[in-house]
């Protein structure tokens, strides 16, 4: 039987939601009004930062199989920050307290600094109606 390669790496799906998170976070900051498409934003935020989650659970699953325990616990302690700040976004938006919005958005733009966003390529349909998703 041949060897299995996925085109899918973790590293590489994780890359691209930190893109899309990194987009999100441009269009919030540049909103001059609060309005339903900044709530799908800040929806699709939620839903990448979880997807983001997956993949580092992934990679730290394939290491620890490997009995690379060191370089996982170093990556688990890089990637702390996430779900804290997943749940904390998730219950503003749940509870529909958006005026706390800002300042955990402000909290989330350090970790995804080191993407530069030149120029804008994600399409609004990937988050129309994320909102409503979310409160499914």
Do not use: C, N
């Not at 290491?63 to 749940?87: I, M, N, S, T, V």
Request: hydrophobic share 40%.
């Amino acid at each position: 039987m041949g060897r299995l390669i996925t085109t899918d790496a973790p590293g590489k799906t994780r890359q691209q939601l930190r893109r899309t998170v990194a987009e999100a976070l441009r269009r919030l900051s540049r909103k001059p009004t609060f309005d339903d498409e900044a709530k799908d934003l800040a929806a699709l935020i939620v839903f990448a930062l979880h997807g983001i989650a997956d993949t580092v659970d992934q990679t730290i699953a394939a290491w620890e199989k490997r009995d690379y325990w060191l370089k996982a616990e170093r990556f688990r302690e890089q990637w702390r920050w996430l779900d804290p700040l997943a749940d904390e976004l998730s219950a503003v938006i749940y509870e529909e307290r958006w005026e706390d919005l800002p300042p955990v958005l402000a909290r989330l733009m350090p970790h995804f600094s080191d993407i530069k966003v030149k120029k804008l390529t994600r399409s609004p349909d990937l988050w129309r109606g994320a909102y409503q998703r979310f409160r499914q």
